[in-house]
């Protein structure tokens, strides 16, 4: 096995977010790991952006809705990150891509050198992967490195 020295934590908000930071600060305990706190903007959405601009007059300019986005995803994760991970932080570094979600993991982890990756198994949509299987899924079929899939253990107990 070779050492682990990047992390990249996907997080997309969902309940699963904070549980897939606490797993990556847990791995690069006691190690100089450093964690990159991955997020993606999906395309899809800047798709439907642009698609409303060609039907409404007011409707928001992509740029403008792109810029947002980013802003506001940066502002949550610090605010995770302070909240959560203060003595950690060092280790963590920030960065939101625009793309396909597991496509855009893929190539971080490819360009990164990215030595583990840590993503929740269900995210911000069900119905999305019932028509088209769930980013994570995809992750793991194609990651060139390994993955982590972290759990709600409360929900995924035996029996229930």
């Known amino acids: 096995m070779s050492k682990i020295n990047k992390i990249l934590a996907c997080v997309d908000f969902s309940e ?10 847990e791995l690069a305990k006691g190690s100089e790991t450093q964690i990159i706190v991955f997020n993606v ?37 610090k ?22 979600p597991f496509e855009s993991i893929i190539k971080e982890a490819e360009t990164e050198d990215i030595d583990l990756i840590v993503i929740a198994n269900k995210g911000r949509g069900n119905m999305s992967r019932v028509l088209f299987g769930s980013a994570a ?24």
Not at 59 to 72: S, V
Not at 79 to 100: H, L, R, T, Y
Not at 137 to 156: G, L, Q
């Open 16 to 25: 699963y977010s904070l549980m897939v930071l606490e797993y990556a600060v």
């Open 79 to 100: 605010a995770i990150i302070n909240e959560n991970f203060f003595d950690e932080k060092s280790k963590m570094s920030m960065k939101i891509e625009i793309g396909v």
């Open 137 to 160: 899924e995809k992750v793991f079929r194609h990651s060139p490195v390994p993955v982590i899939s972290v759990r709600d253990k409360n929900k995924f107990k035996r029996g229930n």
């Open 41 to 77: 903007i999906n395309q899809s959405d800047i798709t439907r952006i642009e698609m409303a601009g060609g039907y409404f007059l007011n409707a928001i300019n992509e740029e403008d809705y792109i810029k947002d986005q980013k802003k506001n995803r940066y502002e949550k994760l």
